[in-house]
């Protein structure tokens, strides 16, 4: 009985892991074809939501790119996070597969 829960709950993380991996893959190529550097005339908004960015520019390209750039930012965190959270999972997967061999 045990040996089938283990069974079950290593195809859940190794499932788990996957989707970790998809989601890692995809911020990765959508951080890429974002652009790269936030432009001095528009770094002070840095770290700002998007209400802000609204308020403080007029150009419509400018405010855009601003926008583009925070998102891109708070892709990388996701990023990160996911990358840990995956790192977790990974190590819960190779203790189950020790208990399985043992």
Do not use: C
């Not at 190794?14 to 528009?42: C, F, G, K, R, V």
């Amino acid at each position: 009985m045990k040996q089938e829960i283990l069974q079950q709950a290593l195809a859940q993380r190794n499932e788990e892991i996957l989707h970790y991996q998809i989601n890692i893959d995809n911020y990765t190529l959508m951080i890429q074809s974002l652009p790269a550097e936030w432009p001095a005339e528009i770094a002070h908004l840095r770290g700002s939501d998007v209400a802000t960015v609204i308020a403080n520019i007029q150009d419509e390209q400018l405010a855009m790119l601003a926008s583009d750039l925070i998102f891109k930012d708070k892709l990388a965190a996701t990023l990160m996070t996911e990358k840990i959270e995956q790192r977790k999972a990974i190590m819960v997967r190779d203790v189950i597969q020790q208990q399985l061999a043992g």
